[in-house]
């Protein structure tokens, strides 16, 4: 089995945060020695088994020489097989390392110019791993998707009265939560008893309320903030909505699939992967509120429906995106990275 340093060193809450300590669990129950590099007071750690080897490394600026130096050291030490980085100050950080395997775990599609100096990339879609091979045509690439520890769910509960909505995820334009605002308010909607609810932080928070309050839906939508309870999150929900511009993964698709949550996703790159040629949730266009209030009238009013789509939602997640399917994935991979690589040789100090 392989020693493993798998680095993340970002310091706020996301999902790659949560995928770095996912990859600690799963390449562990592999039989690997996995040591994790991050942030000492970032959520990677505190997302880590108990008593799980932890390295803390807090970047002072885009560029730490003295982290860099602290990174060098502890590869002589520990002497690791492979280092695998996720995000691009990880990968920043893994280019310098000389004497090991250095191989990116890309979740997006913002590609940086030091991948071609790296050993080798796991991508974590199909449209990613050809976006990383049409750029950089000479980069090994492996696709892994991502997993989830996902708990068999009871049965879901009579829906509520008024019907609550849900939607989560970084309040950014990319996301695309203005548009389901907007299918809100379309004539078919806006009459029926919904309420909404909007999990999570960032900058589009401003617009979207005013954009609720603009369209007299402001008494009817909830901005919860981070939510730190993602399954009581969807247990407290009747519908999901995904309805993102750009999305390299879809990972609160598989979330509200795991739970049986009768669900609403637009067409884009990473969530058509999930639920191509499976009738597991309604799929409407990009950029299209219409398309998507009558999705969610459909849901509404056709409750079988509903019902079929979460049931054979949930059967597919728990099959496919568990850990006990990605794991062994993963840890292949890793071990094809390990016999057929050789580190390339760094100069940069």
């Given at each position: 089995m392989a020693r493993i340093f798998n680095m993340m060193l970002g310091y706020r809450r996301g999902g790659v945060e949560r995928m770095a300590a996912v990859y600690h669990r799963m390449l562990a129950a592999e039989g690997h020695d996995v040591t994790t590099i991050g942030h000492p007071q970032g959520w990677v750690r505190d997302l880590l088994p108990e008593g799980a080897d932890f390295i803390g490394?807090?970047?002072?600026?885009?560029?730490?020489?003295?982290?860099?130096?602290?990174?060098?050291?502890?590869?002589?030490?520990?002497?690791?097989?492979?280092?695998?980085?996720?995000?691009?100050?990880?990968?920043s950080y893994a280019v310098r390392l000389d004497g090991v395997l250095r191989v990116a775990v890309q979740h997006n599609f913002r590609l940086k110019k030091r991948i071609?100096?790296?050993?080798?990339?796991?991508?974590?879609?199909?449209?990613?791993?050809?976006?990383?091979?049409?750029?950089?045509?000479?980069?090994?690439?492996?696709?892994?998707?991502?997993?989830?520890?996902?708990?068999?769910?009871?049965?879901?509960?009579?829906?509520?009265k008024p019907i609550v909505i849900g939607?989560?995820?970084?309040?950014?334009?990319?996301?695309?939560?203005?548009?389901?605002?907007?299918?809100?308010?379309?004539?078919g909607l806006?009459?029926?008893?919904?309420?909404?609810?909007?999990?999570?932080?960032?900058?589009?928070?401003?617009?979207?309320?005013?954009?609720?309050?603009?369209?007299?839906l402001a008494d009817r939508i909830?901005?919860?903030?981070?939510?730190?309870?993602?399954?009581?999150?969807?247990?407290?929900?009747?519908?999901?909505?995904?309805p993102s511009r750009l999305e390299p993964f879809?990972?609160?698709?598989?979330?509200?699939?795991?739970?049986?949550?009768?669900?609403?996703?637009t067409d884009t790159s990473g969530t058509r992967d999930i639920v191509r040629g499976r009738e597991v949730a309604l799929v409407v266009p990009l950029e299209d509120?219409?398309?998507?209030?009558?999705?969610?009238?459909?849901?509404?009013?056709d409750e079988a429906l509903a019902v079929r789509l979460g049931e054979a939602g949930r059967r597919y997640a728990a099959s496919a995106y568990g850990p006990?399917?990605?794991?062994?994935?993963?840890?292949?991979?890793?071990?094809?990275?390990?016999?057929?690589?050789?580190?390339?040789?760094?100069s940069a100090a």
């Open positions: 490394a807090a970047p002072l600026s885009a560029y730490d020489p003295r982290l860099n130096a602290a990174l060098r050291r502890h590869v002589r030490e520990a002497r690791p097989d492979i280092i695998l980085a996720h995000s691009n100050r990880a990968q071609r100096r790296l050993d080798g990339l796991i991508a974590v879609s199909p449209e990613i791993g050809e976006a990383v091979r049409r750029r950089f045509g000479t980069v090994a690439v492996e696709v892994v998707p991502n997993a989830l520890d996902i708990t068999p769910v009871a049965e879901r509960p009579p829906r509520r939607a989560i995820g970084r309040l950014h334009g990319a996301k695309g939560f203005d548009v389901l605002i907007r299918a809100l308010a379309t004539p806006a009459s029926r008893d919904w309420r909404l609810v909007v999990g999570g932080e960032g900058p589009e928070l401003g617009a979207l309320q005013s954009l609720a309050k603009r369209l007299g909830t901005f919860s903030g981070w939510i730190s309870d993602v399954s009581g999150f969807f247990s407290a929900i009747d519908l999901y909505v995904m879809g990972l609160t698709l598989i979330e509200a699939l795991a739970a049986a949550v009768p669900t609403v996703v509120p219409e398309a998507t209030g009558l999705a969610i009238r459909r849901l509404i009013e006990q399917t990605i794991g062994p994935v993963l840890s292949a991979v890793v071990g094809r990275f390990l016999a057929s690589s050789v580190p390339i040789r760094v």
